[in-house]
């Protein structure tokens, strides 16, 4: 079972029909987004910068490795043309960088927990929705995205375990 696809628009970029379990994806990141965007918005005052030790610093390299991954995701959305990715692609930078510079201006430690557990379980939902739909891009087997995603999922299962010991 195959999402239908919208008609293309102009200049080949078009609006993918999602499924529910894509918007519910959607929603559950945003909600992630929005606590990594509000962590950088209360650091802003901050002239602390930080480069954690132990936990906190691996927890650090993690999420800059899966910021990282976003921030790459922005060229395959590109590719894609597909208006709703491409915007969303942005805001989870905009998450993701958020988040990552209030660690290191040492404010958002409080809001890591929620802000990976939310995005954990928006990864899981994808990867109901990738398996659900047999979606795939250009060919290429559906099996990778979801192990792509495995990848993101582990990455903030980690970030959540490591909340956990101090």
């Not at 559950?28 to 509000?38: E, F, H, R, T, Y």
């Not at 959540?160 to 010991?165: E, T």
């Amino acid at each position: 079972m195959k999402p239908k696809v919208r008609k293309k628009e102009l200049n080949g970029w078009y609006v993918h029909n999602w499924t529910f379990l894509g918007w519910v994806e959607t929603g559950i990141k945003s909600i992630a987004i929005i606590i990594g965007i509000w962590a950088f918005y209360l650091s802003w005052d901050s002239q602390v910068w930080i480069i954690p030790s132990g936990n906190r610093l691996i927890q650090v390299i993690i999420l800059g490795i899966l910021s990282l991954g976003i921030f790459f995701a922005i060229f395959n959305r590109w590719q894609n043309k597909d208006v709703i990715s491409m915007i969303f692609v942005f805001f989870n930078n905009a998450g993701h960088w958020g988040m990552f510079l209030a660690l290191i201006r040492n404010t958002g430690w409080f809001f890591l927990p929620y802000f990976a557990l939310l995005m954990m379980l928006g990864d899981l939902t994808k990867i109901l929705f990738l398996k659900q739909t047999n979606y795939t891009e250009k060919n290429i087997s559906p099996n990778l995205f979801v192990y792509a995603t495995l990848v993101f999922v582990f990455g903030y299962g980690l970030l959540d375990l490591l909340s956990c010991l101090y």
